[in-house]
Nanobody
Framework: QLQLVESGGGLVQPGGSLRLSCAASGFTLDLYYAIGWFRQAPGKEREGVSCISGSGRTTNYADSVKGRFTISRDDAKNTGYLEMNNLQPYDTGIYSC????????????????WGQGTQVTVSS
């Protein structure tokens, strides 16, 4: 069964950090799968946050998170990650990971598999 499961969300104060994980099962997360992270705040449309190429050598970030978030992957563990630093209230939302059957990193591209999402709440 092909699955992506996010974890690591929670409640954090402004300026805090969280590390999200995206564990893949039922398939091998390798060179041929790019990974994307997305988020959706209450009452807003889903937006792309970051992506990483199948090789892990190229990454892309939304302007709103560039310099604060870092995407990575560990194919040996079949897992992708999103390190989030200096979190702010506007970062609050449900964060989802997805994979695309391609090597290249394109946030706006099509994604084949999606996780269920994990809640991130930034509040004092």
């Amino acid at each position: 069964q092909l699955q992506l499961v996010e974890s690591g969300g929670g409640l954090v104060q402004p300026g805090g950090s969280l590390r999200l994980s995206c564990a893949a099962s039922g398939f091998t997360l390798d060179l041929y799968y790019a990974i994307g992270w997305f988020r959706q705040a209450p009452g807003k449309e889903r937006e792309g946050v970051s992506c990483i190429s199948g090789s892990g050598r190229t990454t892309n970030y939304a302007d709103s998170v560039k310099g604060r978030f870092t995407i990575s992957r560990d194919d040996a563990k079949n897992t992708g990650y999103l390190e989030m630093n200096n979190l702010q209230p506007y970062d609050t939302g449900i964060y989802s990971c997805a994979v695309a059957r391609r090597v290249g990193c394109r946030i706006s591209g099509e994604y084949t598999y999606w996780g269920q999402g994990t809640q991130v709440t930034v509040s004092s």
